[in-house]
């Protein structure tokens, strides 16, 4: 869990609750002196040194984020890799805890935040998983869980993505690809040994959710190379590769591939198939597991940087379904259709104009919408990215996944990409695109971790933070500015939007149905059919995304919500003030934020507003 960086904050009658920490806020604290000097500069060395670590402890991160010093290893999944990251776990929360908060200001008091929250999650989150592997050789840390592997994580999705993110520019880079697949077999090895630890503990997934597992490494096992993912980059060399080398290292990982990774590819899957999936666990709930209670409320604060219960979390749900029905009804009713909302959903899936069958047509439908919006952004940010996104089609081997957003280099080498799904055309009709590209590009995903990457005041280790309650709460509510950019323009397209918001508010409901209040899958499913108007492929495809990411499912509307209800406090305080360019900018402008930082960032805006000299 600790690879995305997200962590639980709460902040109130000036104290941030750290899990268990308390640390006062003392805004009268000297904040210019010695002290307050060798606070700064400690901060300093300590964010610059966990940004470091971080690159060299996972090279497939640093590669896709445009650090390619590491471009020729895989991260190192060995018992001393493991506990070595436990150690540098508690050792960065000593530094950190060492480091006095109130001698802070500005963005290093943001920076102290963020690395404290991360730092007392890790440890809590190690000791979890030392706790559950009493007895077993484990090794496991925040950064190294069994749980991991599943139908929507693993090798088989992120090897391909690895190739896609790498750079190859010359004959040093194919060299240093052609070592990161020649470690392949020992990382494959590795990570079997972390499944089977999981195994013996019994720390795994839910059986029911693994079921497609095993055949998602069916590309990874092509022994056509042509069509295999990971020679593609050798049937095509830049001009800056010499020709004379370009047969040597053709043929040297044709033998790789063919001698050493597909073998081990099938290895692994045949121990997936044959013994861990086999092996799963029958419950369903994280309740469930080993210290599975303490292991769910953990995963809810880390995704959804709060600390909402279950109970309020589960009740918000249902407050919104029964809120997004009623305008569900009121846009089919604007559209002219007279039966239920299921019968409207089935319309709109069927009826033949708002169906793709070319890949290239939805490409296109997509590219058209980013030419609309594009020129309409000004009008809702102050400041907008440098960095340019494309549309592009997701991967043949990614099949049946959510179209989604490949982020750009962090020093603007490599464009952003929204990536949509040309593999099943028919899942993803017309009248879903408008709320799907805002979402996942602009304004959404694209226009804030580009932002994020661009502000050079900020620490490296800042501008490639993420947590699942900003990220997904800023691209849920982008969903909701359709309107002002153009988008929206008939009864359909804003009945895919509330649709979406709808399915989001019923993942508040289902995910802690699912995990703490004894609902089974059966009913997981037929409420999502019921309440989101599902299929019942998709609603079964959801429920398994639920099982295996305990909490994440409920980050979009948690954090949707926050973001709303800060700019309903900024717009009662400025009265005619209130800018929502500005606004939009206070909060990307910091980078990624737990959601409770984020309120007190723009509490502090607000107060510089109200003193700002009027334009």
């Not at 990382?187 to 195994?199: A, W, Y």
Request: charged share 25%.
């Amino acid at each position: 869990m600790a690879n995305g960086w997200s962590f639980p904050a709460c902040i109130a009658a000036g104290t941030v609750a750290l899990a268990g920490l308390q640390i006062s806020v003392a805004r009268a604290a000297d904040t210019t002196g010695p002290d307050a000097s060798a606070s700064m500069q400690a901060l300093h060395r300590l964010l610059d040194a966990e940004w470091e670590w971080r690159l060299a402890q996972f090279p497939e991160r640093a590669t896709t984020i445009g650090e390619h010093r590491y471009d020729d290893r895989l991260t190192d999944r060995s018992p001393a890799a493991v506990a070595g990251r436990r150690e540098h776990h508690r050792e960065r929360l000593a530094a950190v805890r060492a480091i006095d908060r109130t001698r802070l200001q500005g963005e290093d008091r943001l920076s102290w935040d963020i690395l404290a929250f991360n730092a007392e999650l890790d440890v809590r989150e190690d000791e979890l998983l030392l706790a559950v592997a009493a007895g077993h050789d484990a090794p496991w840390s925040a950064d190294d869980s069994p749980l991991r592997v599943n139908q929507m994580a693993g090798p088989q999705f992120s090897l391909p993505q690895l190739v896609r993110a790498t750079r190859f520019r010359d004959e040093g880079d194919y060299r240093n690809y052609l070592a990161r697949l020649t470690a392949l077999p020992e990382s494959l090895r590795q990570l079997q040994i972390q499944l089977d630890s999981g195994r013996a503990a019994g720390w795994m997934p839910p059986r029911d959710a693994l079921r497609r597992l095993p055949d998602q490494f069916a590309s990874l096992l092509n022994a056509d190379l042509a069509h295999h993912p990971l020679f593609a980059p050798f049937l095509a060399f830049p001009a800056e590769v010499p020709a004379a080398a370009r047969a040597e290292l053709s043929h040297a990982a044709k033998l790789t591939l063919h001698q050493a990774v597909i073998p081990a590819v099938q290895g692994f899957r045949d121990y997936l198939r044959g013994t861990w999936v086999p092996a799963a666990r029958e419950t369903l709930a994280a309740t469930q597991l080993p210290h599975g209670s303490e292991y769910y409320t953990l995963s809810l604060q880390r995704y959804n940087t709060t600390r909402m219960t279950v109970q309020e979390i589960h009740d918000l749900g249902l407050t919104e379904v029964a809120r997004l029905d009623a305008e569900l009804r009121a846009v089919m009713k604007e559209a002219g259709f007279a039966g239920t909302l299921p019968e409207f959903r089935s319309f709109l899936r069927t009826d033949p104009r708002f169906q793709f069958t070319r890949a290239e047509d939805e490409l296109a439908a997509f590219r058209d919408i980013a030419k609309r919006v594009d020129p309409q952004l000004p009008r809702l940010f102050a400041e907008l990215p440098r960095l340019p996104y494309g549309v592009r089609a997701m991967a043949p081997e990614e099949g049946n996944n959510a179209p989604h957003y490949i982020a750009g280099a962090i020093d603007g080498s490599r464009a952003g990409y929204f990536e949509a799904n040309v593999n099943n055309l028919a899942a993803w009709p017309r009248w879903t695109m408008d709320a799907l590209f805002l979402h996942e590009a602009v304004p959404g995903h694209h226009l804030q971790s580009a932002r994020a990457m661009e502000i050079q005041a900020l620490p490296k280790i800042r501008r490639d933070y993420r947590n699942s309650g900003y990220g997904e709460g800023w691209g849920l509510y982008a969903e909701g500015l359709g309107k002002d950019l153009g988008l929206y323009t008939d009864p359909y397209s804003r009945f895919g939007r509330l649709s979406a918001e709808a399915h989001r508010a019923c993942r508040l409901v289902v995910d802690t149905g699912l995990h703490s209040l004894g609902w089974s899958r059966t009913r997981a499913i037929d409420y999502l059919i019921g309440h989101a108007q599902l299929e019942q492929g998709f609603a079964e495809a959801e429920v398994d995304r639920y099982l295996v990411m305990p909490g994440q499912a409920t980050a979009y509307k948690v954090g949707e919500l926050r973001i709303l209800a800060l700019r309903e406090r900024a717009r009662a305080a400025l009265g005619p003030r209130f800018d929502i360019r500005r606004f939009h900018n206070a909060v990307i402008d910091h980078g990624a934020l737990p959601l409770t930082v984020l309120d007190q960032v723009i509490d502090d805006w607000i107060e510089t507003e109200r003193t700002r000299p009027a334009s």
